[in-house]
Structures are given as C-alpha cells and as structure tokens.
C-alpha cells in the first residue's frame, strides 16, 4: 500500500476494520479488541426504520465508549428516504462518526423481500439509496461507505456496476464481501473479485473474507492491491488478532504473530465477561451474552469437555474466574486452529428473491417489508 487508508478526513492506521456482526460487534467487545490495536471498529447493524422511529431497543445498541475516537456506525436500509433521513438523525443528534450501509445480508427473511444482498440487483433504488445518504451525510462532515457482497449467484453479479455507482455517489470507501449470496458463508472468498473491484474504482477499496490472521491481511494487500482489509469471523475468540494485525502492517510478512498463552486467553476471557457484564448493566445479561464466545476462545485447546460445558454455562464473574483458574496457564496457543474457520460456515443456498426481481433492474419501488432487525453480511 502506497497511501495510508483514509476515511473522509480520517486516518485508518493500521488499515484495518472490524466488520460489522451481530450479537457481536457491541461496546464491549469493540472495546475488547480496541485495546488490542488500531483500526476502525464498526457496532452491531442497526435498521434505519428503527432509528428514525426512535425504538428504544435500537436507541440502546448505539452505544459508544467516550474513549471510542471514530465512532462507525451501520445502517441497514431498503427505502432512500428513510435511509436519508436516519443520516440525518445521525448527523443531528452526533451519534456517530461514520456510517456504514449494509447491502451484504443473505439471511432469506431479508432478500425474499429485496433487502440486503438482494438489492444492488436493483441499481436505479441502490444508487438513490446510496447517494441521498452520502447528500444526507455531507453537511456533517460524515463519510459514508458502503458493504456489499459480489451479487446474488455467479450468474447475477453486481460488485462492479455497483461500485462504480457508489463512486460516482460520493462514497468514501466501498468494503466488498468477495462471496455471492448464494454462497452465504460456504467455500472461500473471491479474492480475484477484490483485485478486480480495486482495479474498477479509484476510491479506497476494503477487502473482506477469509482472513484469520494478520498474514493473510497481508497476502490478501498483495494479491489485491486493496487499501484497507474488513475483518469478521477471524476475531471470534480471538481479539488479540487486532494486534497480530497491526504487528503485520508494522513489520511486514517476517512479523512474530501474536500467540497467547492459555492463560492469557483466560486473562482476555475473564475481561470480556467483565465489559458485557458493564455495557449490559447487569451479571446475569452480560454472563449469558458472554457463554457464546467461550467455544471460540478454547478451539484447539486441550480442555475437557466438562470444564467447556460448565464454562458456557456461567452465570456470574466469580463462577467464570473460579473455572478458569482451573485451566492450565502455560498451555501455549494450538498451532492447529491457526488459519481455521470459526463462526458462520453454513451451506450454500438458492437465494429468494420477490417474484420477478431479476427481470427488473431498473424498478425503482421501495420493496415493502424488507426493513428488518435481521442481520448478516
Ligand atoms: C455472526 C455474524 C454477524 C454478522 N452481521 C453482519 C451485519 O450485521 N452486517 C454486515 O454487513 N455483515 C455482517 N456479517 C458479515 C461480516 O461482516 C463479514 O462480512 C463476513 O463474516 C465475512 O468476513 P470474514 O470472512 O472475515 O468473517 C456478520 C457475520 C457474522 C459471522
């Protein structure tokens, strides 16, 4: 990379973004991983119907840490008014730095209806959609990206016609997701589409899929000549890839990966329970949310199946440390889930569409129904 990554006036050092995942990305773990390295560190997706309704619930998942510099934020949404109009409350009301939209989610509650991944397929609703909301966002100084997948199926592809009109829109950067919907979270990512996508656009292009730890960032700048990378699944249970990442970027392909012990990870562990416990205001929430994260952060160690089960079941801090200091501290990090999937891997997928969708690119109407609370990406 020639150029430090930038986002409107921003400067992303290292080039590096935590992608946006639900049930996930909230302030605690965005915290968790802050504390590892530099980057960008997107919250969970909020819907912009919501937003502009004011649902407390929504209100709620708008939650930055005051430490938190470039507050990013996503939007999901299917209607350019609405869309523009959330920016707008952004702008107004100062809840975030920068807004990402979401045009990646394959969950089939979203496309049947012609949201998320479904919709770049309609290109005359995707740029008004795109460019009311970087209009909306303007006044503000707010730089406005976009999220997108490589289009429905093999067969119905829009990453480049759609990244070229999210240029022309007045985007900051476009992220590119290299799989089809179809394709969900199965097989690898298309890093060729990525190489291609940056060839297409002159603005900041951000790669994403498939990268577990900071040596594939690197191979992935190589391979694609990409100005920043979008980092997902690699970080479940594993934060401290923020760190491997930035030593990457520092010190180039002979970097030492970061690799912490058993008892590091329990330090990191006991942490994260501890942040959900404050951003969810209380034990019992913050335990529960934290129990999904604790098969993440033991893959590949030698840990017995009780002490797993009784771990993914805690319901206070006390009972958490209490079993992690039943570990064994010194246990180095397994070699074997070093560039392993973690998360989402389901199955490929015929997508649902509305009837008619693909013999209509030019149809300009809002589908009805599609603002949703699902996510994905
Ligand atoms: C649990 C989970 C939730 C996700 N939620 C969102 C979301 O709300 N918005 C979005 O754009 N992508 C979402 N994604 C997709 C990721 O942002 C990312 O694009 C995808 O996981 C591919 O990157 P990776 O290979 O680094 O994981 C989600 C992914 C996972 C695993």
Redesign the pocket.
């Known amino acids: 990379m020639t150029a430090p990554l930038m986002l409107g006036d921003h400067v992303v050092n290292p080039p590096v973004v935590l ?7 909230n302030v605690a773990f965005r915290r968790l991983c802050r504390e590892q390295g530099g980057g960008v560190y ?1 919250c ?2 909020i819907t912009t119907r919501a937003l502009v309704e004011r649902i407390p619930k929504t209100l709620k998942m708008i939650a930055f840490a005051e430490d938190e510099g470039f507050r990013s934020l ?1 939007l ?1 949404g299917v209607d350019p008014d609405v869309t523009a109009a959330a920016v707008r409350m952004i702008g107004e009301d100062g809840l975030a730095d920068h807004v ?1 939209l ?4 394959p969950v089939p509650k979203v496309t049947r209806r012609g949201g998320g991944s479904a919709l770049p397929w309609r290109r005359r609703l995707f740029g008004r959609i795109v460019s009311q909301a970087v209009a909306a966002a303007k006044p503000y100084g707010i730089p406005l990206t976009i ?1 997108m ?1 490589k289009g429905i199926d093999d067969d119905h592809l829009t990453y480049v016609e759609a990244g070229l009109a999210a240029q022309e829109a007045g985007v900051a950067a476009v ?1 590119l ?1 290299a ?1 089809t919907a179809e394709q969900r ?1 199965s097989g690898k ?1 298309d890093w060729d589409a990525i190489a291609t996508l940056k060839q297409a656009l002159d603005v900041p292009v951000l790669g ?5 730890e900071g040596s594939d960032a690197l191979r992935m700048v190589e391979h694609t000549g990409v100005d920043g990378v ?7 249970g594993r934060p401290w890839l923020f760190a491997d990442l930035e030593a990457a970027f520092t010190r180039g392909a002979g970097y030492r990966p970061v690799l912490p012990s058993l008892g590091e990870v329990a330090k990191i562990m006991s942490r994260h329970a501890e942040l959900l416990v404050d951003a969810l205001g209380d034990e019992k929430h913050g335990c529960a949310d934290f129990r999904k994260h604790v098969a993440w952060y033991l893959k590949g160690f030698p840990v017995g199946s009780d002490l797993r089960r009784r771990l993914a079941m805690i319901s206070s801090l006390a009972e958490l440390d209490d079993l992690l200091a039943l570990l064994d501290p010194a246990l180095p990090f397994p070699a074997d889930a070093l560039g392993q ?1 973690r ?2 891997v389901n199955a490929p997928g015929k997508v649902s569409l509305p009837y008619g969708w693909l013999d209509s690119r030019d149809d300009e109407s809002v589908p009805e129904g599609a603002e949703t609370d699902e ?3």
């Open positions: 992608a946006p995942m639900a049930g996930i990305t997107v969970e997706m996503q999901y990402d979401n045009f990646g989610c999220k997948r992220a997701h799989r979270y990512a994403n899929g498939d990268i577990w979008v980092v997902g699944r690699g970080c479940l999937p998360g989402r996510s994905g990406g």
